[in-house]
C-alpha cells in the first residue's frame, strides 16, 4: 500500500530554502504517482523550463516554444500533510474491520503517526 496517493496534500522536506529559489517547505497537491520510478508530480512544484521544436497543427498554427511545466519528484523528499493540523506527518498503517453483506474483511488504512487519525 502507497503512503502517498493522487489527491493528497504533500509538502517538499529537502532542498533548497525558498529564499534559495528552491521549493523546501512549498506543499501543493500530487496530481500523478510514478511507482517504478518512486517518484511523485507536485502541482507548483520543481518547474522546469522545456524547449519544444516548432510544428504546425493541422488548423495551420504554429506550436513549440518555451514553456514551464513541473518534473517529477523524489517521493522521500515529500511528507503527506495532516488535514487537522496542516503540518507534515509521517504516515503509518492500521488494521481495521470492514464488515459488508455481512461479511467482515481485514483491511490496511494510512494513518497520521502525530494525530493517530485516518488520512
Do not use: W
Not at 10 to 36: M, S, W
Amino acid at each position: 500500500m502507497a503512503k502517498i496517493k493522487k489527491g493528497d496534500l504533500v509538502q517538499v522536506i529537502t532542498g533548497a530554502k525558498q529564499e534559495r529559489g528552491g521549493d523546501r517547505g512549498k506543499q501543493g497537491k500530487v496530481l500523478r504517482v510514478y511507482p517504478d520510478a518512486n517518484r511523485v508530480l507536485v502541482e507548483g512544484i520543481n518547474r522546469v523550463t522545456k524547449h519544444t521544436k516548432v510544428g504546425q497543427s493541422q488548423r495551420g498554427t504554429k506550436t513549440g516554444g518555451i514553456e514551464v511545466v513541473e518534473a517529477p519528484i523524489h517521493v522521500s523528499n515529500v511528507a503527506l500533510v495532516d488535514p487537522s493540523t496542516k503540518k507534515p506527518t509521517r504516515v503509518g498503517f492500521r488494521l481495521e474491520t470492514v464488515d459488508k453483506d455481512g461479511v467482515s474483511k481485514t483491511v490496511r488504512v494510512r494513518v497520521s503517526k502525530a494525530s493517530g487519525k485516518d488520512i
